[in-house]
């Protein structure tokens, strides 16, 4: 199939890919747009795998104050480079970070940083919710739900509230960001105020 500069240009919109890579993943899955996308996603996983050991101690401190004044944000997000910590890409994702936590109220940075106390009274909530069921059943559905709980609190783990990101993780808007600008990227820390909180 014949990859034209319409199928090129709207692989790019809707992926942020360069155009190269564009044209060669529309090449290789002979035209069909979701399978170009989904390799395009692979090969921003496999550069942001490589890159995820490098020192990250540039970056940003970020604020946001809610409206009302209700509501405030501190976060920190590193990078390699003061290059791209004044990148317009690394701005607006340092600005989706702060309006999720902000919206969606995040405890944790991610699953690995929740308390093992905490993970375990979550776990006998939802074991004496399906108290009765074989004890097989009860650990697939502790694990579904634990799942579930961690989208809840884990910052990577949330759906982006932003619409434009069409529900897709933290974690993964990330990821896009470290193939795109081809440093590591790194969510420090982060601290939530709410007014009377």
Known sequence: ???TPEMVRELRERTNAGIMDCKKALAESGGD???AID???KKGLAIAASKAGRRAAEGVIASYIHHGDKVGVLVEVNCETDFVARNADFREFVKTVTLQIASATPAFLSPEEVPADVLEREK???RAQVKGKPEGVVEKIVQGKLGKFH??????EQPSVR???DGRKIKDLLTDLVARLGENI???RFTRYQLGG
């Open 186 to 188: 790194v969510i420090r």
């Open 163 to 165: 619409p434009e990101h």
């Open 33 to 35: 747009m979701q399978r």
């Open 1 to 3: 199939m014949q990859v």
């Open 124 to 126: 006998e909530i939802i």
């Open 151 to 156: 989208e809840t609190c884990c910052l990577l």
């Open 39 to 41: 390799m395009l996603r």
